[in-house]
């Protein structure tokens, strides 16, 4: 497993990876800095990985580039699962 603190972001906490399984996680927060829940992603490469840990704004990569992503037929690019 690999992690980071998205320490800049408005509403990621951490994220952590699972490259054997290709699944991301993420812990979402409050506008007031707690907890607010964990969700995973299904699907998620090592280079994906990478580009969310380079990224500048982790919050905007996240958004663009999980949350909304669509493959070709309209469904998410990234299976998600609330998990906590």
């Not at 603190?5 to 994220?15: D, I, P, R, V």
Request: proline share 5%.
């Amino acid at each position: 497993m690999q992690q980071i603190e998205c320490t800049k972001s408005s509403n990621l906490q951490w994220a952590r990876y699972f490259p054997d399984e290709q699944r991301l996680e993420i812990d979402f927060k409050r506008a007031d800095g707690s907890f607010a829940s964990t969700y995973e992603y299904q699907d998620f490469s090592s280079m994906d990985w990478e580009r969310f840990v380079e990224s500048d704004s982790k919050g905007q990569w996240f958004a663009y580039h999980v949350r909304n992503a669509k493959k070709p037929d309209g469904t998410p690019k990234y299976p998600a699962r609330k998990i906590k």
